[in-house]
């Protein structure tokens, strides 16, 4: 069973599932990769009010890197 983490975006506005929190496709190998990518994200947008991360069953298949502040697909 695999193991990554994934960011999780949190808005104002409940979304379509009754929750505040949406995420995407993007799995990391580490939380520190998640919760990265997600300070990076939070400081570019202006919707979002916060983020979490959440532990996710699948394959990791991105990586943060911290020196171009991009993802990168594994």
Same mark, same amino acid.
């Given at each position: &069973?695999?193991?990554?983490?994934?960011? &999780? &975006?949190? =808005?104002?506005?409940?979304?379509?599932? @009754? !929750?505040? =929190?949406?995420?995407? @496709?993007?799995? =990391?190998?580490?939380?520190?990769?998640?919760?990265?990518? *997600?300070?990076?994200?939070? !400081?570019? /947008? =202006?919707?979002?009010?916060?983020?979490?991360?959440?532990? !996710?069953?699948?394959?990791?298949?991105?990586? /943060?890197?911290?020196? !171009?502040?991009?993802?990168? *697909?594994?």
């Amino acid at each position: &069973m695999a193991t990554s983490y994934r960011p &999780m &975006m949190q =808005f104002a506005e409940r979304q379509r599932d @009754g !929750s505040y =929190f949406t995420g995407n @496709g993007l799995r =990391f190998a580490t939380e520190q990769e998640a919760r990265d990518q *997600a300070d990076d994200l939070l !400081s570019r /947008w =202006f919707v979002p009010t916060g983020y979490r991360v959440e532990l !996710s069953a699948d394959e990791p298949n991105y990586r /943060w890197d911290s020196e !171009s502040h991009k993802v990168v *697909a594994l």
